[in-house]
């Protein structure tokens, strides 16, 4: 019958859909441990328990310390509904071709719906199912990028940021759907004087380095070396 057959077509695309689900959760559980493997454990480990207000990464590049600062908001945007972050440089052009692309490449599994919307050039944020919200921006940008209010604040390349502009990203840590706020550094190491440093010296941040030796990808080979 009529009713039989419209039955059917509905259990069918019920059953189509959930296949699809679970073929999404399946590739999403193999991108997200490929793309881990390339940060070290214990890197890794410090970041997820880290609640500090205030923490440096520093590291080469290669190192896997944007993958980790990437893949910490990620997770928190994924698990916690209304979540805010802001990703930044001191100039957004210089995300595109770096971070952003890092994070669709690298840190957002293929098809996610956070995808959805304009271009990295003009992207302004990735939005995802459950509201939360990754924000891209510049600290040439005062305007849009220090009155908002977010729950975690990532500085990529923060030896090009000078220490008013972080002071002032301090003021915007107040989304309070985490149970601490925080405020990463990510940079390549700067010289002894940098105000970073100082400021990890006199511990107003916590410090944590990465190394190729502590790299999956590249630690190996560095180790034989030294055997």
Same mark, same amino acid.
């Given at each position: 019958?009529?009713? &039989?057959?419209?039955?059917?077509?509905?259990?069918?695309?019920?059953?189509?859909?959930?296949?699809?689900?679970?073929?999404?959760?399946? /590739?999403?559980?193999?991108?997200?441990?490929?793309?881990?493997?390339?940060?070290?454990?214990?890197?890794?480990?410090?970041?997820?328990?880290?609640?500090?207000?205030?923490?440096?990464?520093? !590291?080469?590049?290669?190192? !896997?310390?944007?993958?980790? @600062?990437?893949?910490?908001?990620?997770?928190? *945007?994924?698990?916690?509904?209304?979540?805010?972050?802001?990703?930044?440089?001191?100039?957004?052009?210089? $995300? @595109?071709?770096?971070?952003?692309?890092?994070?669709?490449?690298?840190?957002?599994?293929?098809?996610?719906?956070?995808?959805?919307?304009?271009?990295?050039?003009?992207?302004?944020?990735? @939005?995802?199912? %459950?509201?939360? =919200?990754?924000?891209?921006?510049?600290?040439? &940008?005062?305007?849009?990028?220090?009155? *908002?209010?977010?729950? /975690?604040?990532?500085?990529?390349?923060?030896?090009?940021? @000078?220490?008013?502009?972080? =002071?002032?990203?301090?003021?915007?840590?107040? %989304?309070?759907?985490?149970?601490?706020?925080?405020? /990463? *550094?990510?940079?390549?190491? !700067?010289?002894?004087?940098?105000?970073? %440093?100082?400021?990890?010296?006199?511990?107003? $941040?916590?410090?944590?380095?990465?190394?190729?030796?502590? %790299?999956?990808?590249?630690?190996? *080979? /560095?180790?034989?070396?030294?055997?």
């Amino acid at each position: 019958s009529f009713d &039989d057959n419209e039955n059917y077509l509905v259990y069918d695309l019920l059953d189509r859909v959930k296949a699809e689900a679970k073929r999404r959760d399946e /590739i999403t559980a193999r991108w997200f441990d490929v793309n881990m493997g390339q940060i070290a454990p214990e890197l890794w480990a410090k970041f997820q328990e880290s609640k500090d207000p205030e923490v440096l990464v520093e !590291g080469p590049a290669g190192t !896997g310390k944007t993958l980790a @600062t990437l893949h910490k908001v990620h997770l928190f *945007a994924e698990q916690v509904k209304g979540f805010r972050a802001l990703i930044c440089r001191k100039s957004r052009r210089d $995300m @595109t071709d770096s971070v952003l692309k890092t994070w669709e490449s690298d840190v957002l599994p293929p098809l996610h719906p956070a995808m959805r919307g304009p271009g990295r050039m003009t992207r302004h944020s990735y @939005t995802y199912p %459950n509201g939360s =919200e990754v924000v891209v921006g510049g600290l040439d &940008d005062a305007s849009k990028t220090f009155s *908002a209010e977010y729950d /975690i604040v990532v500085v990529h390349e923060a030896t090009e940021a @000078t220490e008013d502009d972080w =002071e002032k990203l301090q003021r915007s840590l107040r %989304n309070h759907k985490l149970e601490y706020q925080q405020a /990463i *550094a990510e940079c390549n190491p !700067g010289h002894a004087n940098h105000w970073l %440093n100082l400021r990890a010296k006199l511990g107003r $941040m916590r410090r944590m380095k990465a190394t190729f030796a502590d %790299n999956p990808f590249h630690g190996p *080979a /560095i180790k034989a070396r030294h055997l």
